[in-house]
């Protein structure tokens, strides 16, 4: 395997004026804590370590209209799911030399270059003679074949590091009948024995419609997915996690312990602390249960009590006023990114101005809200001027609203200061209140993965390899009974279409691995909203503190994931 | 010594009513990290080791103008600093029972736990029988006697813990004659022998002002301060440097590698941090040294080059565009939170709209305007809409902008759009650019102290307590030769009246001790100077990672420091 990049669409001569505009990592130049990570021995579970063969389990089926889905996969609706046995002697061809393609989607999430690694090195402690892959950019660069081909000096600086920038990722999609003639052509150009797809829901529904697609064609060429993100939203009873949650968590739960301290210490500041994952509130929830934070807003709880700005703010203000009346004027709030697009008036307003802003001329006037509900109308002008303009104003290419752009934690602080000034006017409050917001979001995309990340990733993407090895297709690479020693865990692949169920989109069932919700009735949540009332009102922050890779609190696991497999927390 | 809050002045009853504002803390509800770090031993350095005895140096001059501060500091002019050094006999009178004050003035650093510890342990183990009593709010708790005395089994819970809510803060400054009165009667009530007040620039001050006081008025009451502040600008030959710098400063740096490394994966973004520190450029040098940004502004050298926003602004276009040539379409630029404080034409702006503010009608029209030189003017028109709001309408209660509130990062992103857009159309240009803003300032302050600053503070408090035992005042608790091990760490304490000018004020002249700035002929300056070019436009990130406490990578101390101290980084 040597070091070398391929650019077979485009333009050379430009390549060579333009560098890469990824240049390869150089270990030499980094810091002692990078350095500390590079030559880590990671565990690998047991089952990995000595021969082991794949055996499958019982048909599967679907997460929901498996009629569809089974039309939508004729080739692999049904197959059952593997799990690797320790068998002596052993069941996979030792001599098999294979080619391996390996793409990131979506994106960032701690993790992401162990799990090319522990392909990488499957195939090189298994199957040597292979060769692997890394398309660079995301999907497009299967599309377009643009690949770097691995080798050990060249993954070296990447391995238990954050990023994804050894082959960089990208949000493009294999979706149309040219598309897809495009990636078998990459596959029938690079001789693909298999290909994995390490991405979220979507890119893992992408990936399996592949697998189906080349298996359709006759191509030699496997596809297995590896579950990433950091939201955490992509998970289910045999894959418990994704990956990078743990990591992104704990960054934003070092911040907000940081800031509950500065809090306390200070006495005067309440913190609405805005934290990424706009479909679901996983990270939210996660983050209180390691800091205990005064209140934390739940989105899927919102949305199941049907609950409006004005609720959400009321909850906030009668904690503050109860907060001041036993001498507290500070406190740490957390909000999830995607708040609002739970709130359902919030929903109906952004339809409302979506459409009007589409088809009619809005006047200084505003002689335009005239067209507004008298409900939105009234929710809008409840808002903050700033937001109200940022939603007329910010728009994304097919004419929505930029959710992830407004600044929830703002628009609290100011409903929340509207709303004690009157209760002030009232006499029912006499506190202090000053508001500092802060988002909690890049920072932890790119992090050194923990210990947790680091080994689950390395396991998931050994895995891959020998699912691949197998033969197999269409599954997603599954590591499981994480709550007990590394040894323990469980290798195996789940038949992705499992994982589907199908939405109406333009009149046709499309094929989606729905996003996994904070579950109100699931642990975590129970956990969270048994001791919530205590957080508010006595202060029971906790400083989970920078993550740490050796010593005592090294190998911590996110409490979610604990909660989620029945441990006590 | 038993734990108990007393409350001499103020409402026994309503006290009652309202909890105290900062319970104490549980040390076993601590995260596992923190519970990590409960029971680390600090290395002390030797001389504090075994017996030593406090010996003087030459009488001390001022910073500048001696004969002011001679007037300003009769008793405690020229007195020499002291230093602890080996003594077979010891010097000092074990029998001596004293009794102890501390206080915590300003904002929050990493340490200030670990100072009063190490003042507590230096009694318990060099005075038996010794009481310390924690001031609490900062300065306020002196004149109105409010405070705790300390015991094992209170402190324990904050060993080598951050934050300030062991005793918390305040930035009262006692400054009245009244005021003086007030700490007066507290010394005499609680028969102090001496004081220790952990502050920055102001608070040191203060202190002498205090310790002069005192002595003028006959009381046996000695004063020493403890140099603190994130910010880095207290520091002097003998202080080499301030305590909180080196965790706020890797907690920065942390969060901007993380995002340095989501920059180069996702390939899309200019992330615009701006960082705590408004006076001086420390932290925004310090954090640039550690990870290597593309771009790094730094106050001093703006001020010193009389640069104008423009100038700023076509300096960070300059190498978006050539950066753009090269392919990258992405970048982390660093700004110090103090920026336009820098900018001589922006002073000037902020003056006339504080002069018009004052005075006259601000009509919708922008009539107003005319009042404003063309220079302003023109200024405020090259201004982003936002930012002019932010100019008129943030005042602080003296009438004055509020410039830490100025979102400075947003600001130069929008005049960087501007400009970018400009050279599109002049051909000039054709990458593409999307800003990303972030401000990291309260997550650094309250954090996990490193080891360097658990280790730094400790040895701070200790040798305060000699000093105090030592009959010293007026000197602030010195700690050097801080490249070397521990163990050869030198102790003493400098005249704080040596670190003193005078400025008018009033028509009168006051005592400061003026913040040291970033040197732009000093070591980190110039080392930073020689290396950004090629930061600009090759990526030489580095990911500093998370602060470790266990591991080879724990024990590293910040680049400013070794770099003043003549070490090569």
């Known amino acids: 395997m040597s070091l070398a990049y391929h650019v077979s669409n485009g333009d050379a001569a430009a390549a060579f004026k333009k560098p890469a505009a990824v240049p390869g990592r150089v270990a030499s130049v980094y810091s002692e804590v990078q350095k500390s990570r590079l030559d880590v021995t990671l565990p690998l579970p047991s089952v990995l370590k000595s021969g082991f063969k794949v055996i499958e389990g019982p048909a599967s089926s679907a997460a929901g209209n498996p009629d569809e889905i089974a039309k939508l996969f004729p080739n692999l609706f049904g197959q059952p799911s593997a799990v690797m046995v320790p068998s002596e002697s052993g069941g996979l061809d030792a001599e098999q030399k294979l080619k391996i393609g390996v793409v990131l989607s979506g994106g ?22 292979s060769t692997m892959y890394g398309f660079r950019g995301g999907p497009a660069g299967i599309m377009k074949c643009k690949y770097v081909e691995l080798n050990p000096e060249f993954i070296y600086p990447y391995r238990n590091q954050g990023g994804f920038d050894m082959i960089c990722s990208g949000r493009d999609k294999i979706e149309t009948p040219e598309q897809f003639k495009q990636a078998q052509e990459t596959a029938i150009k690079l001789d693909l024995d298999g ?48 990956f990078g949650f743990d990591t992104a968590c704990k960054i934003y739960a070092e911040m907000i312990g940081n800031v509950m301290i500065d809090a306390r210490s200070t006495g005067k500041y309440y913190h609405f602390v805005r934290l990424m994952g706009r479909a679901a509130s996983h990270i939210t929830l996660e983050c209180a249960l390691q800091t205990h934070p005064n209140i934390t807003i739940i989105g899927e709880e919102v949305a199941a009590k049907k609950q409006t700005l004005k609720n959400v703010t009321d909850y906030i203000v009668d904690v503050i006023c109860k907060r001041a009346e036993c001498g507290y004027n500070y406190g740490v709030i957390l909000i999830p990114e995607g708040l609002i697009d739970f709130i359902p008036e919030v929903q109906q307003l952004i339809a409302e101005l979506n459409e009007i802003l589409a088809h009619e001329i809005v006047d200084e006037g505003g002689q335009w809200k005239g067209k507004l509900t008298s409900q939105s109308l009234q929710l809008f002008d409840f808002l ?32 929340v200061e509207t709303e004690l000034e009157k209760r002030r006017q009232g006499g029912t409050y006499d506190g202090n209140f000053k508001g500092q917001s802060h988002f909690f979001g890049y920072e932890g995309r790119c992090g050194l993965p923990t210990n947790f990340d680091s080994t689950y990733c390395y396991a998931l993407g050994y895995g891959a390899g020998a699912l691949l090895h197998s033969g197999k297709t269409g599954l997603i690479s599954s590591v499981g009974n994480l709550s007990a020693p590394v040894e323990e865990w469980t290798v195996g692949g789940t038949a992705l279409t499992s994982l589907m169920d199908v939405e109406r989109r333009h009149g046709k069932f499309k094929p989606v691995i729905k996003k996994a919700m904070v579950e109100l009735e699931g642990a975590p949540f129970k956990k969270f909203a048994s001791v919530r009332d205590e957080w508010a009102f006595k202060n029971c922050y906790i400083s989970p503190g920078p993550i740490q890779f050796i010593g005592p609190a090294a190998n911590a696991v996110n409490h979610t994931l604990l909660l989620e497999l029945g441990a006590q927390v």
Chains 1, 2 share one sequence.
Do not use: W
Not at 110 to 124: A, E, K, R, T, W
Not at 198 to 218: H, K, M, Q, V, Y
Not at 406 to 415: D, G, R, S, W
């Open 384 to 415: 903050p001027e700033a937001i109200q303009e940022q939603l007329m104003l910010e728009r994304d290419p097919h004419g929505n609203v930029q959710v992830a752009k407004i600044e929830t934690e703002k628009m609290l602080i100011q409903m």
């Open 108 to 129: 960032q999430a701690p993790g992401g270059h162990n799990v090319i690694s522990g392909i990488f090195d499957y195939l090189q402690q298994h199957t040597k003679g």
């Open 195 to 242: 290909l994995v797809v390490i991405g979220g829901d979507d890119s893992n529904t992408n990936a399996c419609l592949l697998a189906e697609n080349f298996r359709s064609a006759n191509l030699k060429t496997k596809v297995i997915g590896c579950p990433k993100t950091i939201d955490g939203d992509l998970k289910c009873k045999e894959v418990p996690i994704s």
